[in-house]
């Protein structure tokens, strides 16, 4: 089974507006951390957002938000007032067991987002 | 200064050559990894090292030979490769007690002709 889902694999948005990308989650850990990456077109891997599964706020950061449901195991990137820098490809992805542990992350197969003008 | 560098970032090369792809990282991380992403964008871990020790090896044909002389550095070095091996290879380190972070590299893209 899929660890990560993401079930978009392209959206469009227009600019200034906001944008939710969907991500499910797979597993039977307790402790687990999930994260988003954009990946523009020059091909880096840009860290946005971190969550943690004991975390009980929806992490923040400037434009970006976590909306974390446990119950139903997922973890939504949604970007307010989409700018055209944006455009990017999305990735959601999972480091299982606990913080202390040398555990590598498992990514979905991204979304492509493109920010309309 | 870059935290995680790797080099070379474009490998351009024929069949049944052998390669290395240089991986540094200056975070003082204690963990290193690589990861492949295929044309399809998709990214899926090979190895990775904790304080120079192999703790993930996953099923990646024997031709691929991580080397991790200290725990700053990772490198991946192949052999023969095939037409199959051309992808997009990314470094990447994090710190196992402490910060959260994954920090990865520009990626190395190669190209087997």
């Known amino acids: 089974a899929q660890k990560i889902t993401q079930t978009q694999p392209g959206m469009f948005v227009q600019e200034k507006e906001a944008v939710t990308l969907d991500c499910t989650y797979d597993t039977s850990d307790q402790s687990y951390g999930l994260f988003w990456y954009k990946q523009p077109s020059s091909g880096e891997m840009i860290f946005l957002i971190y969550q943690g599964s004991y975390d009980e706020q929806n992490a923040t950061e400037g434009r970006y938000s976590l909306n974390f449901q446990k119950a139903r195991k997922s973890a939504n990137l949604v970007i307010s007032a989409s700018q055209l820098g944006d455009s990017a490809m999305y990735f959601c992805?999972?480091?299982?067991?606990?913080?202390?542990?040398?555990?590598?992350?498992?990514f979905g197969s991204g979304t492509q987002l493109t920010v309309l003008p | 200064d870059t935290a995680v560098s790797q080099t070379p970032k474009y490998l351009v090369t024929q069949m049944g050559n052998d390669k290395s792809i240089k991986c540094e990282q200056n975070?003082?991380?204690?963990?290193m990894y690589w990861y492949k992403q295929d044309s399809k964008k998709f990214l899926k871990i090979m190895f990775s090292y904790n304080n120079k020790e192999l703790i993930i090896n996953e099923t990646v044909p024997n031709r691929f030979s991580p080397k991790s002389p200290d725990k700053a550095h990772l490198n991946l070095h192949i052999n023969s490769l095939e037409l199959g091996d051309s992808a997009v290879y990314f470094c990447a380190s994090s710190q196992v007690r402490g910060p959260y972070g994954y920090t990865f590299g520009s990626g190395t893209r190669l190209t087997v002709v």
């Open positions: 975070l003082g991380h204690d963990t």
């Open positions: 992805a999972m480091r299982e067991g606990l913080r202390g542990s040398a555990r590598q992350l498992t």
